[in-house]
C-alpha cells in the first residue's frame, strides 16, 4: 500500500524567505506525485504534478518540485514565498489505474508574514 | 469552468441520525470520490466510484455507504451518525482515462460536519 509522509506540520517564513517542504512516500510500483494546496477558504487545487520525464517540475505561481526516485522524495520549492502563499499544502501519490486513486499526507500549514 | 458542487457548507446533526451528504459535477466525469480531512491526519479516501452505480471501499469505510445512482451525483450516507465522525468531508471528481481531466483531482469546497 501506497503512503506519503510529509515531515513539517506547521511552517512559518517571513516574506522572501526561501521555502522547502519535504515529502516522502512508500510504494513499490511506478507512481504519480501530486501537491495540492489550500488557500484559506477555498477548495483543494492543483499545484504541479509529476508523471514522468524531467524529475523537476513546475507549477503555478512559482513553485516546483523534484523528483528523486532513489529518495522516494518529491519536495516542494519556491525561491520567494510571498503572503499570499500562506495555505495548506498536501503532497499526494497515486498509482494510475484508469483515474488517480490518490494517498494524502498529512498536509504543511505555511504560515508566511509579511 | 469545473465546479464540484457540494450541498451544504455546514451541518449539526446528532449522535445516531443518518445523514445525507451530497455533491454534484458538471463536468460529465467519470470519476467520483468521498475524502475526510481532519487536521494533522490530512485527507483520508473514504469510497469512490468510477462509473454509475459502481462504488469501492477507501481506506476508511467503516460507518458510510455511497450511492451513485446518476453520473453527476455522488452521495455519502452515515447511516449512523457517531461524534467520531465529526469533521470536513471533501468530494472530489476525475474526468475520462486519457484526458487531461483524468490526471488530476477536482474538488468541491467541503461540507464540515458536527456530530453531537
Known amino acids: 500500500a501506497q503512503s506519503v509522509s510529509q515531515h513539517n506540520h506547521h511552517v512559518i517564513l517571513s516574506e522572501a524567505a526561501s521555502l522547502e517542504l519535504g515529502c516522502n512516500y512508500s510504494?513499490?510500483?511506478?507512481?504519480?506525485l501530486f501537491w495540492y494546496v489550500q488557500y484559506p477558504g477555498q477548495h483543494l487545487q492543483l499545484l504541479l504534478k509529476?508523471?514522468?520525464?524531467?524529475?523537476l517540475v513546475k507549477g503555478i505561481k512559482g513553485f516546483e518540485a523534484e523528483f528523486i526516485k532513489s529518495k522516494f522524495s518529491f519536495n516542494l520549492r519556491k525561491p520567494s514565498v510571498q503572503w499570499s502563499d500562506t495555505a495548506e499544502y498536501f503532497c499526494?501519490?497515486?498509482?494510475?489505474?484508469?483515474?488517480?486513486?490518490?494517498?494524502f499526507g498529512t498536509g504543511t500549514r505555511l504560515l508566511v508574514s509579511p | 469552468d469545473v465546479k464540484v458542487t457540494q450541498s451544504s457548507r455546514y451541518l449539526v446533526k446528532r449522535t445516531g441520525e443518518k445523514v445525507f451528504l451530497e455533491c454534484v459535477q458538471d463536468?460529465?466525469?467519470?470519476?467520483m470520490f468521498w475524502y475526510r480531512q481532519d487536521p494533522g491526519l490530512g485527507l483520508r479516501l473514504i469510497y469512490f466510484?468510477?462509473?454509475?452505480?459502481?462504488?469501492e471501499k477507501g481506506d476508511i469505510p467503516e460507518g458510510y455507504s455511497v450511492s451513485r445512482e446518476k453520473k453527476e451525483r455522488f452521495s455519502l450516507i452515515l447511516e449512523s451518525a457517531s461524534t467520531n465522525q465529526t469533521s470536513m468531508y471533501l468530494c472530489?471528481?476525475?474526468?475520462?482515462?486519457?484526458?487531461?481531466?483524468?490526471?488530476?483531482?477536482?474538488f468541491g469546497s467541503g461540507t464540515q460536519l458536527s456530530v453531537l
Open positions: 509529476y508523471f514522468s520525464g524531467d524529475p
Open positions: 510504494y513499490g510500483g511506478t507512481v504519480n
Open positions: 466510484s468510477y462509473d454509475v452505480k459502481m462504488k
Open positions: 499526494a501519490v497515486g498509482a494510475y489505474t484508469g483515474f488517480q486513486k490518490l494517498v
Open positions: 472530489a471528481s476525475s474526468g475520462t482515462a486519457g484526458s487531461s481531466a483524468n490526471e488530476k483531482l477536482f
Open positions: 463536468m460529465d466525469h467519470e470519476n
